[in-house]
């Protein structure tokens, strides 16, 4: 079973159809190892689907709800082609982790605007750069520390992600606790809003 879940497996190829100098596989092995095969790329399909809904609608409604809060950073964060974005996540091999970076580089480009709060347009290319500046320095940070993924601003946009998604009430608690850890009240009010606009405006607006 371990051989199967490898990217490459040469030697299992053979039994899809191919010769082999010593073993010989019977049609029920071939049809078996298909079978399998098929519900594994399924499985990948099927997750590669999610995490594409997940991101653009934690996307959507995380510009939505700091159109209220920071006009600013929807002004430059506004994404024109959710529909792209969501066919390039369901279509990329590593979906979960190209979905959590994008809402981690989000989250920390929306601190930094929610920080600096600027007035002018000559102004958001400096905070945008800041907000690049501290994501990328966050990557290093965990390439450093032996790729420890599930850590800080990660572990809130992978929770973030899910908890759109699902609006599970452990969720809710997780993000909150790390947030407080955190002990920045900008993205407190972002998460607080964003929940409100999950539990409260979202089946409103499904009613009508």
Known sequence: MTALK???Y?????????????KKFSKKS?????KRNKKRKACIEQKSVFFANACVNTLQLMQQVAHYLNPA????????????????????????????????????????????????????????LAGEDEFKLKLQQREENYLDKESGFRL????LLLYVTTSEMELFVEINELLLQYKDEKLIQLFYNI??????????????
């Open 6 to 8: 490898q990217e490459y």
């Open 10 to 22: 040469p030697h299992m190829r053979v039994i899809e159809g191919g010769k082999h100098p010593k």
């Open 30 to 34: 071939r049809y078996y190892f298909k």
């Open 73 to 128: 950073f929807f002004y430059e964060r506004q994404v024109p082609h959710y529909e792209i974005l969501r066919k390039t996540i369901s279509e990329s091999i590593e979906s979960e982790d190209y979905s959590i970076n994008i809402i981690e580089k989000e989250l920390c480009i929306y601190k930094s605007f929610a920080h600096m709060n600027p007035q002018r347009l000559q102004d958001y290319g400096k905070v945008l």
């Open 156 to 159: 809130i946009a992978k929770d």
């Open 195 to 208: 929940t409100i606009h999950i539990n409260f405006l979202k089946p409103k607006q499904n009613e009508q």
